[in-house]
């Protein structure tokens, strides 16, 4: 197959979802993928030039030799004027990748470039898939144009094909968008059993980062968001006189400066261990650093409603238990016995956390975080995603060649009509 994922993000710099393992591992299977992506990390870096240049990038993140073809189209770096540029560049660019590079599917699950994109797949017959990783217009950064971008999300997902959500929370969100239940379905992430093996990981990563034998570490991986927790839990580790206990935070983000000046204050200064972003290789050796990882989200943040995100499964194939608020799609994943322990707020998480400490279930609860997680493999979702575009693909052809020789017999049975 050939399959064009499109997306409103940044494909090669951002960390690895979805669409990063599936992408990879169905190149690996002789199918020939593409993805149009989106510089949007331009805001927070700033500009180089005022408007950037099309650029085009073979890349390989999580799988070796899983090579995606990433294309990034031009766009005037103003903002909102760069979304009104990406009416055209990428419209141009979308049109162009139908024509030449001919997709047996289009993938979106964004608002911008996935509306372009069915536009132009819909006067192909070509199938299109919405996967829903987020509820996308609460991330639009202007408050302004989310209601816009909501309208915009709502056409994409009942315009699709089929719709994919990662967990039943996001999959009920889509229905109540306007998606027909009966095409709908829940695909979870997974890990690479291989990669994320507990047993084949050594334990560098502790004393490279001065990890003393006997402290204990909690461990954050991810973009760092406003509203991770992650400042709140930083205060609260500064307060406890658990002076064995460290934070190592593993990525960037919004928040990521902040927390680097708290990392020299009084109390914090070489318990609050900020690494930045790291090679995807490095993760599980990392997380194999850690005692506890943590999860500790704002509850009543709209955007974390319904997601589950993919290092959850991350940390518990590593048999660490996760320390998490009580994100409602969080819970309806992994229920109360599953090696996910729940807090009210990321204020309860240094609390909860000495307290597991002291009381000799950090190994179980990894236990029984490692037997859910080994349900999930990327090997078994890809197995069962191949098939779906598989069979989408071929029975949308199927249809729209109908549909081609129906319109061409009408149009013959006119000719022979008398005037």
């Not at 990748?97 to 372009?116: A, C, M, S």
């Not at 943040?301 to 998490?324: C, F, G, L, R």
């Not at 996910?340 to 909860?352: A, G, H």
Request: glycine fraction near 6%; charged fraction near 30%.
């Amino acid at each position: 197959m050939r399959i064009l994922y499109v997306q409103d993000t940044d494909w090669i710099r951002r960390n690895p979802i979805q669409h990063t393992h599936l992408a990879e591992r169905l190149a690996t299977r002789g199918h020939t993928v593409r993805a149009i992506d989106y510089e949007i990390l331009w805001r927070t870096e700033g500009r180089d030039k005022l408007v950037s240049t099309r650029q085009e990038h073979t890349v390989s993140r999580v799988v070796e030799g899983g090579d995606v073809t990433v294309i990034r189209p031009p766009i005037l770096k103003i903002p909102v004027l760069d979304y009104l540029s990406m009416c055209f560049t990428y419209r141009s660019e979308i049109d162009r990748q139908i024509r030449e590079f001919r997709p047996d599917v289009v993938i979106g699950n964004d608002i911008l470039t996935t509306y372009l994109a069915y536009r132009a797949a819909a006067k192909r017959g070509i199938p299109t898939v919405f996967y829903a990783i987020d509820i996308e217009h609460r991330l639009v950064p202007f408050r302004f144009l989310q209601s816009l971008g909501k309208a915009i999300e709502a056409r994409n997902i009942r315009n699709a094909d089929l719709v994919i959500a990662i967990n039943e929370g996001l999959r009920e969100y889509t229905v109540s968008m306007g998606a027909d239940p009966d095409k709908t379905l829940v695909l979870r992430a997974g890990i690479d059993s291989e990669r994320y093996d507990p047993q084949a990981v050594n334990g560098r990563m502790r004393s490279e980062y001065g990890i003393k034998p006997g402290e204990s570490v909690l461990f954050f991986m991810g973009w760092i968001y406003t509203f991770s927790g992650l400042k709140e839990v930083a205060l609260q580790l500064a307060r406890t006189r658990d002076h064995g206990m460290k934070l190592l935070v593993v990525g960037d983000g919004d928040a990521y400066d902040e927390l680097r000046g708290m990392a020299e204050a009084d109390g914090l200064r070489d318990r609050l261990i900020l690494t930045g972003r790291r090679p995807y290789k490095e993760i599980p050796a990392l997380i194999a650093a850690a005692d506890i990882c943590l999860l500790p989200a704002y509850t009543d943040e709209q955007i974390m409603q319904d997601i589950v995100p993919i290092k959850m499964y991350e940390y518990m194939a590593m048999s660490k238990p996760v320390i998490a608020t009580r994100l409602p799609g969080v819970v309806k994943e992994f229920g109360d016995n599953n090696g996910v322990v729940y807090v009210d707020s990321p204020d309860d998480v240094i609390t909860k956390a000495v307290e597991l400490a002291g009381s000799g279930e950090v190994d179980e609860l990894g236990r029984r975080a490692r037997r859910f997680a080994e349900q999930c493999t990327w090997d078994s979702i890809t197995d069962r995603f191949e098939l779906v575009l598989e069979r989408l693909a071929r029975e949308k052809g199927r249809a729209h060649r109908h549909r081609a020789r129906t319109s061409k017999i009408g149009d013959t049975e006119r000719e022979r009509l008398p005037a």
